[in-house]
């Protein structure tokens, strides 16, 4: 069984002061997709740089960091070292350290941090290239027989019963028409939403803003955060879970166990 889990941290470095390290050693994933990390390597201490596994090991630890200081940034923390390790190749996107594909073999993870489209669509089209250029991504590798999970951070709230408020929502980013339109076409092209894939329920967030006094407490979300795979990896589904006790960033991890 491989457990695969995604979170984004809000920062590596404040996380890892709030026990990210300690949940790491007990959760023992075999691999972990970092979002937001808001580091280069050369800013972490050595703890962060090959942490312990839980299991006697360390991690392969791959980053992929915005040229921007402070901003953005994706890892891949794995107790089996990828084959190989690569952005997208577009600058537009890999400037911003938004995405590391790793090949594991008998798959391709993807870690990925989508753009947020910002106050009145102000980024808008360039998450929309972005998104675009993942399900590109994921269409070549499933046309060369290769299965692919994509975990992260999509920035996007698919239907209403994917955020607390979705009519007081509606116009705001994350839950604008075209970025919901895209996760229709992407679900739509061959690639599951793992958690839906199991759960149905509503409740079921990811990311709570610090702005609303006690939206975590009262469950006043959003799920933003998930994994999806092609339709011909979902045999291999066991469970898709998300881990809402697990504090330190303003969203929480994500999971899957895959039968592989």
Same mark, same amino acid.
Request: aromatic share 10%.
């Given at each position: 069984m491989t457990r695969i889990m995604s979170w984004n941290v809000n920062g590596i470095r404040a996380c890892a002061e709030k026990g990210f390290l300690t949940w790491l050693e007990a959760e023992s994933p075999d691999i972990l997709c970092l979002? *937001?990390?808001?580091?280069h390597p050369e800013q972490l201490k050595k703890e962060l740089l090959a942490p312990s596994d839980g299991k006697g090991g360390a991690y392969f630890v791959q980053w992929a960091? +915005?040229?921007?200081r402070g901003y953005s940034g994706v890892a891949i923390l794995s107790k089996r070292e990828p084959r190989s390790v690569q952005g997208l190749g /577009? #600058? *537009?996107f890999d400037d911003e350290g938004r995405v590391l594909a790793a090949d594991f073999g008998d798959f391709v993870l993807v870690s990925a941090y989508f753009p947020n489209s910002q106050d009145a669509g102000a980024r808008l089209d360039y998450k929309?290239?972005? =998104? #675009?250029?993942? /399900? +590109? /991504? =994921? #269409?070549? /590798?499933?046309?060369e027989k290769r299965h692919v999970v994509v975990a992260g951070d999509y &920035?996007?709230?698919h239907r209403p019963i994917d955020l607390a408020n979705p009519k007081q929502n *509606?116009? &705001?980013p994350g839950y604008l028409p075209e970025e919901r339109a895209w996760m229709d076409k992407y679900t739509g092209s061959g690639y599951v939403d793992t958690l839906r894939h199991f759960n149905g329920e509503p409740g079921q967030y990811t990311w709570w803003t610090y702005r609303v006094p006690g939206a975590r407490d009262r469950n006043i979300g959003w799920r933003l955060d998930y994994h999806c795979v092609d339709a011909g990896l979902? !045999? +291999?589904l066991k469970t898709a879970s998300?881990? !809402?006790?697990v504090l330190g960033s303003d969203h929480c991890p994500v999971s899957i166990d895959l039968d592989l």
């Amino acid at each position: 069984m491989t457990r695969i889990m995604s979170w984004n941290v809000n920062g590596i470095r404040a996380c890892a002061e709030k026990g990210f390290l300690t949940w790491l050693e007990a959760e023992s994933p075999d691999i972990l997709c970092l979002q *937001e990390t808001k580091a280069h390597p050369e800013q972490l201490k050595k703890e962060l740089l090959a942490p312990s596994d839980g299991k006697g090991g360390a991690y392969f630890v791959q980053w992929a960091s +915005a040229k921007r200081r402070g901003y953005s940034g994706v890892a891949i923390l794995s107790k089996r070292e990828p084959r190989s390790v690569q952005g997208l190749g /577009l #600058d *537009e996107f890999d400037d911003e350290g938004r995405v590391l594909a790793a090949d594991f073999g008998d798959f391709v993870l993807v870690s990925a941090y989508f753009p947020n489209s910002q106050d009145a669509g102000a980024r808008l089209d360039y998450k929309l290239r972005f =998104c #675009d250029a993942i /399900l +590109a /991504l =994921c #269409d070549r /590798l499933v046309a060369e027989k290769r299965h692919v999970v994509v975990a992260g951070d999509y &920035n996007i709230a698919h239907r209403p019963i994917d955020l607390a408020n979705p009519k007081q929502n *509606e116009g &705001n980013p994350g839950y604008l028409p075209e970025e919901r339109a895209w996760m229709d076409k992407y679900t739509g092209s061959g690639y599951v939403d793992t958690l839906r894939h199991f759960n149905g329920e509503p409740g079921q967030y990811t990311w709570w803003t610090y702005r609303v006094p006690g939206a975590r407490d009262r469950n006043i979300g959003w799920r933003l955060d998930y994994h999806c795979v092609d339709a011909g990896l979902s !045999p +291999a589904l066991k469970t898709a879970s998300i881990h !809402p006790g697990v504090l330190g960033s303003d969203h929480c991890p994500v999971s899957i166990d895959l039968d592989l």
